[in-house]
């Protein structure tokens, strides 16, 4: 007789969080870590996976994500990539905002991954490239707190996006209102930060413990490091205060120049996310197996990137106790990994290149258990425009995706590589700070 439902034999486990990191076996029942031992007699279960020579990690937690297709300008499908990376829990990040956020709430009742969402302060949400703010009668605190309270667990907080862009002349008025729904709520506020006005200490001075800013490697003029490439005195008083700073990649704040200079000074950054959407998903972020695979290169160690992409948006999101760890009874949120070793040329936001010597590649990824079936992209919106280049990847991408699994996996060391190289960036912008993709 059986006793499990599925076993993972012979990888390496890697939990940093729950202090557990060498070979073993785990074991899976009723959708929860039942065991992780040493070795589990493979006759104990139903289905066994051979993982030898693989990392298994906790399911990720991506912070930052665009997973509302169809109704906003940035939106892709979950379910579409969640099979092919070990993301297990998506947290939108104000696509949303009290106009549209119950139907998000309701798609997001369909997806085969966990899903939660920061409700945006603008009541249209991410309807349009950008300047949601400008319209001051849209950000109602009493509304945002109306449409959110009803939503319950599902609400992560509250999230404005702070630039010269959106902000237009209201300067830091939308973030006020924006915390004022937060502190009304009891959830922390997700800020947004690119090119200002307004100034980064304008935007940090009012933030507390558990409020997170996002998109902390800006290359933007509201970025961390001053002229010397040193923290900014603000940046270092948020982090007395407890404020969290979260990656955000996107399509316009990754540099690997900032970075490195975080990473290597300050231990930044507390959180790794993608900033998924129509724009990045296409290079030069893709996914956050490889975001995790630039902040290897740029001097974190693995169980650091592990942390910053499983337990700490967990504790972040006052979910610790449920994901981003493989304790026996959490559920069975997992992902399978290989770290492949060679050269992997991998670029910024600015094309800037940095050549890795480790990429992290999903080959497996279950939530409760489950394995997530794989699942083709459907073709970009109309209004994403893309390079020649650009379509060359893309199309690479989307033949690799309807291979069958066995075929991808053979494949793999040579083809990831190969879509790094080859990454372009949509048109519209040169760098960050430049047409719509500079809002993420």
């Known amino acids: 007789m059986t006793h499990y439902d599925l076993l993972i034999r012979g990888a390496e486990v890697l939990d940093p969080s729950a ?43 991506d912070l930052h994500t665009h997973i509302y297709p169809e109704a906003t300008f940035w939106g892709i499908d979950p379910a579409e990539v969640a099979w092919r990376t070990g993301v297990t829990t998506w947290v939108d990040a104000g696509s949303a905002g009290a106009y549209n956020f119950r139907g998000l709430r309701q798609r997001s009742g369909s997806c085969p991954v966990r899903c939660s969402a920061f409700i945006n302060i603008s009541a249209i949400g991410l ?9 001051l009668d849209l950000c109602d605190p009493a509304m945002c707190e109306q449409i959110a309270g009803a939503a319950g667990s599902f609400v992560a907080g509250v999230k404005v996006r702070i630039d010269r862009r959106n902000v237009g002349p209201h300067g830091t008025e939308p973030l006020r209102r924006a915390l004022g729904a937060a502190r009304a709520l ?26 997170i800013v996002t998109h902390c490697t800006t290359p933007g003029n509201m970025g961390l490091l001053d002229h010397r490439g ?31 200079a975080i990473v290597n000074t300050a231990g930044l950054p507390h959180v790794i ?11 030069p972020m893709f996914d956050l197996p490889t975001c995790m695979s630039k902040f290897l290169a740029v001097g974190m160690s693995l169980a650091d990137v592990v942390l910053a992409t499983t337990a700490v948006p967990a504790q972040v999101l006052g979910l610790a106790d449920e994901i ?8 069975a949120d997992l992902g399978l990994f290989q770290l492949t070793t060679g050269e992997f040329t991998l670029y910024d936001v600015d094309l800037s290149a940095r050549v890795a010597d480790r990429l992290l590649q999903n080959t497996l990824t279950l939530v409760g258990g489950v394995p997530l079936a794989a699942a083709a992209a459907e073709p970009p919106p109309p209004w994403v425009e893309r390079t020649a280049a650009e379509t060359r990847v893309e199309s690479g991408l989307m033949s690799a995706l309807r291979q069958p699994r066995a075929a991808r ?20 912008g040169s760098g960050a700070g430049q047409g719509a993709g500079d809002e993420h």
Do not use: W
Request: glycine share 14%.
């Open 19 to 61: 202090g557990i990191a060498g070979q073993q076996d785990l074991a899976v029942r009723n959708g929860r870590v039942a065991a992780i031992e040493p070795a589990i007699a493979p006759e104990m279960a139903r289905i066994v996976i051979d993982a030898g020579g693989q990392y298994l990690l906790p399911g990720l937690v």
């Open 127 to 135: 309807t349009a490239p950008t300047g949601e703010l400008r319209h």
């Open 186 to 211: 009891a959830k922390p506020l997700m800020v947004h930060i690119g090119d200002g006005p307004p100034a980064l200490a304008d935007v940090l001075q009012p933030l507390a413990e558990g409020d």
């Open 230 to 260: 040193a923290l900014k005195p603000c940046v270092r008083a948020a982090l007395d205060r407890g404020v969290v700073f979260d990656v955000g990649h996107g399509y316009g704040a990754f540099s690997f120049r900032v970075a490195e």
């Open 273 to 283: 996310s993608t900033d998924i959407h129509q724009l990045s998903i296409r290079g």
């Open 324 to 331: 981003g760890s493989l304790q026996v009874g959490r559920p």
């Open 409 to 428: 996996l053979g494949s793999a060391s040579g083809f990831m590589p190969r879509l790094a190289r080859s990454a372009g960036r949509p048109a519209g």
